[in-house]
């Protein structure tokens, strides 16, 4: 499933690394989410999406 992540990170002003520490993971795990080499667990997905401010729904695009 692809995702908004980055371009939201970017619009957030947000480092990969400062996004992953917000959110308590890697930035190995940020990355590969961002490059759709890994699927986030719900739980991270809603920690993600607080982070940005944003909801889960439009962190990803629907293909």
Excluded: G
């Excluded at 957030?12 to 992953?20: F, I």
């Amino acid at each position: 499933m692809k995702n908004n992540i980055k371009k939201l990170r970017r619009t957030a002003k947000l480092s990969q690394e400062e996004l992953a520490k917000l959110c308590k993971v890697s930035r190995q795990t940020i990355n590969a989410i961002e490059n759709d080499k890994y699927d986030p667990t719900l739980q991270l997905a809603f920690t993600i999406a607080s982070v940005l401010e944003t909801t889960v729904d439009k962190l990803f695009i629907n293909n």
